[in-house]
């Protein structure tokens, strides 16, 4: 005898509590094909889709669940969960500040808007949102990863060391809380410790290329040139396009001597985005090292024009080099 809606509705539901995704969707699926118009089903079903990475269903059953049946908490959140993996943001936080005035305690909505607020450089809604999910829940290591980058950004250092570690105790091999804690120790001026944590990001991920930049830059504070280089080309290999690998190449070969390589190298980057700080400054240094001052002033002042309330400083030597930041 054929399941009724109400028996493949229930079997659908027990199956995504046991995380049969397939199975779930394969019943929300018979269930629809009985009445097409049943929220409840496809809020299910759209819930299962997004487990299972099939955003474009995902987002078409949330949708028309909406369409059909008026705000639901687990649509919305369905719904801008998708949007924030389609980069866009501003959607994304509008939905999930829909779905958390329905169910204000719904941990994974408050993660997903606070990771949508940090893309949207809201660092203290991402902070908040990342507070408020882990004081309900405390092992939600994607809200421990998202404050760590939201306090980085603002330059709440040693507290976001602090969250990425806390994120690596529940989960060793987070490569998320690697990469930020890396971040970290390479503003603490703490290098070893920042290559440690950026190799282990990349040996869990090939192909997180920020862990490789910032590994480069902590082996060119610790003068270890040969180093730098197979970082940043190991970056480059992952996207040739890279201007902060580039950059980063660029600023060993000033540190090695090679002016007219770091002056290749910073020309290739300007030629594409010329306002990139420090290319501008890494040009300039070299050019000043080349005779040319005149052509060095030029970079500088474009330097300043385009940043004018931000400033980088590379401390260059032939056998050193640091970054620094400071605020206007």
Known sequence: MPLSLHQLFRRAHEKLQQGDLSGTISDCTRALRLNPTH???????????LAAEDHDGALLDSTRAL??????????????????????FEVAVKDLTAALELRPN??????????????????????ADASAALAINGKRIDAWCCRAAARLEIGDVAVAVEDCTAALKL?????????????????????????????AAVALNPRRQDAMCCSAVSRLSLEDIPGCLEDAQAALAVDAKSFKALCIVAVARYVEGDME????ETTAVLDTSPD????LCCRAAALIALGQPQQAEEDTRRGRAAHPRRVEVWALDRGWARQQWSTA
């Open 276 to 279: 990139r700080l420090e290319a």
């Open 261 to 264: 390589a770091a002056l290749a």
């Open 67 to 88: 369409e059909l049946g008026g705000p639901r908490a687990d649509c919305l959140y369905v719904k801008g969960a998708v949007l924030l993996t389609r980069q866009q």
């Open 39 to 49: 929220t409840a089903t496809l809020a299910i079903r759209a819930r299962a889709r």
């Open 171 to 199: 989960s060793p091999k987070c490569v998320n809380a690697l990469c930020v804690r890396a971040q970290g120790f390479l503003r603490q001026q703490q290098y070893e410790d920042a290559v440690a944590d950026a190799k």
């Open 106 to 127: 719904e941990v994974g909505a408050l993660c997903i808007r606070g990771a949508a607020r940090l893309k949207l450089k809201d660092h203290a809604g991402a902070i």
